[in-house]
């Protein structure tokens, strides 16, 4: 809604406007002129001019707000004063009388509808009054037009006034709320330790918080309206760029890697790292696309953070991590070793003496060699658990691998002599990127364990497919994928065990070192894969394998 002084700017400069305008007129007849009639024009300027100025003066030069008695008295002044020309102009053959609307517009704009109603009824009173006892005639036929044409005319404009003003106070609510949801969200993004910046589609600086200038060392202001992917890329580099690439593309992005270095940058810039801080400092970005309208280039907001220190702190903790499991794996090692270095020992003891019996000299003789054996095994099999890593990665045909590992248990002397392995190979080669060998040895270390379990009764069944994604359990990303199942029919797994499956030197099995689904797990987790694990307790174990499926290969 338009504030009422600069409505009543307008009415003042056509109320001097009128008045002047028919003074001047008078001017030009004066001599032929009675002289009530150039009184009239006169007094009418003199008092147009005398309700304005002041009027002006109150309004305008003092800037107050103008009360409803202040609208009324102009705008029926107005009136009055266009009954004065309509006079002065003939009456009711007056050209004039038409300025009458002008009034009652005007008065639709500043009053309320009753206002506009009076105004309305106001003016038809002086037309008339003037006709009858300014002329002294009978308003003719045109007349009562004219009023009906009035009364319309206050009727509609005031209806329409009144929508107008309520929607415009609404409005102006609404505005009064949006700026001051402006002022708190300002207040709260001050307030946050997360740098936020928002650019335009052309690439300038719509907004800065304080924790982001700090962070990049810019001046808000200084920026503001003005393009800033440059200076973005110069502060933090590749930062601009992707804020670019994410309006052009429409996609957001999150980053965690780019580094900021300070000795990088002018040195008399005020930044929140000093050279104290020894090194680069780690930027994280996360960044939103928001449309504004329809077809125009949409604008990116980007919520920035100085992660040096968290990352700093998560390497630490994953260092005390790897030392802890080093300690837990050296001390589980080491009680591997103690037994039979234990019973070696009091073996060697007691040989020693030489005291001993030909059967008991034989039969220590044989449990040094059988201890010595288990040491040996045990310590072959922890190096290569802790060699576990992908030496070289190549497209691998994982049916041979499954095929040829599967040949090798059933050959091993470890295994359970009488377990049936099944596997059904597929009619066609599936291909994968890895290791051949790690994963060789992880596939027979499985079906090892399955018929090691089975019993010589038992069965071992082993299937390997693609699988649509659909079969793809929630958590792995939407890749092509490889499953590889084992299932026996031995005992399962209890379901207390489940936790510790995977952990080195954990087994169940008399004789066993429990590195080998240590190193299945640990070869699966190189090859970016899983593993799932059906307990299954009196009904046999299943385990799962999920290997990603080479580039290109669908299910």
């Known amino acids: 809604m338009v504030h009422p002084n600069r409505l009543l700017r307008w009415l003042y400069l056509g109320r001097l406007t009128l008045a002047a305008g028919i003074f001047g007129g008078a001017l030009l007849v004066w001599p032929s002129m009675q002289p009530s009639i150039t009184l009239l024009a006169t007094l009418a300027l003199l ?12 309004t305008h030069l003092k800037r107050r707000e103008p009360s409803t008695d202040f609208l009324y008295v102009q705008v029926l002044f107005d009136a009055l004063l266009v009954t004065a020309v309509v006079h002065l102009t003939g009456g009711s053959e007056s050209d004039f009388a038409p300025l009458y609307i002008a009034v009652i517009a ?33 308003p003719p036929d045109t007349v009562f037009v ?5 009364a319309v005319m206050a009727v509609v404009t ?43 589609g052309e690439g300038r600086l719509v907004y800065m918080n304080r924790a982001g200038a700090a962070l990049l060392g810019l001046d808000a202001g200084t920026f503001l309206e003005r393009p800033i992917l440059e200076e973005l890329d110069r502060r933090v580099p590749g930062l601009g760029a992707q804020i670019a690439g994410a309006a052009e593309t429409r996609t957001p992005f999150r980053l965690y890697d780019i580094e900021d270095d300070a000795a990088a940058n002018d040195a008399a810039l005020v930044r929140p790292h000093t050279e104290a801080d020894g090194g680069p400092r780690a930027i994280a970005v996360r960044t939103a696309v928001l449309q504004r309208r329809e077809g125009d280039a949409p604008w990116v907001s980007a919520v920035i953070q100085d992660v040096t220190d968290a990352r700093r702190v998560e390497e630490l903790n994953r260092r005390t991590a790897r030392l802890q499991a080093v300690a837990a794996l050296a001390a589980s090692l080491a009680h591997e070793i103690r037994n039979p270095l234990a019973s070696i020992r009091s073996a060697v003891e007691q040989l020693a003496g030489g005291r001993l019996e030909g059967g008991d000299r034989e039969l220590l003789e044989r449990l040094v060699l059988n201890e ?57 080669p599936i291909e994968m990127e890895g290791d051949a060998d790690l ?12 018929a090691q379990f089975a019993g010589p009764e038992g069965v071992v069944r082993v299937e390997l497919r693609r699988v649509r994604r659909s079969e793809v359990p929630a958590g792995l ?6 499953r590889l199942r084992v299932t026996d029919t031995g005992p399962g797994i209890p379901i207390d065990d489940l936790p510790r499956l995977f952990d080195p030197f954990f087994t169940t099995r008399e004789g066993g070192s429990g590195l080998g689904l240590a190193l299945v797990h640990r070869a699966v987790d190189v090859h970016d894969g899983a593993v799932f694990v059906d307990a299954r307790p009196g009904r046999g174990a299943r385990f799962t394998l999920y290997l990603p499926a080479a580039a290109g290969q669908n299910a």
């Open 146 to 150: 004219q009023l009906g044409l009035f």
């Open 477 to 482: 990303r939407p890749a092509p994928w490889i």
């Open 372 to 428: 010595s054996d288990r040491l040996s095994r045990l310590l072959s099999e922890f190096i290569e658990y802790s060699w576990v890593q992908m030496r070289q990665r190549t497209t691998v045909d994982l049916v041979a691998i499954v095929a040829d590992a599967i040949g090798v248990a059933r050959q091993h002397p470890d295994g359970a002599d009488g377990a049936t392995i099944e596997f059904q190979p597929p009619p066609a």
């Open 158 to 200: 005031g209806y329409l006034g009144d929508r107008l003003r309520r929607t415009g106070t609404a409005l102006g609510a609404v505005e009064s709320e949006l700026e001051q949801l402006r002022l708190d969200t300002s207040e709260i993004l001050d307030a946050i330790d997360s740098g936020v910046i928002m650019v335009d």
């Open 47 to 58: 008092l147009a001019i005398a309700i304005t100025l002041p009027s002006a003066w109150h």
């Open 106 to 138: 005007m008065a639709a704009l500043l009053l309320p509808f009753p206002g506009v109603v009076l105004v309305g009824a106001a003016a038809s009173m002086f037309y008339v009054a003037d006709i009858i006892w300014g002329h002294g005639a009978i």
């Open 439 to 450: 994963l060789h040895r992880a596939i027979f270390n499985l079906v090892l364990n399955g």
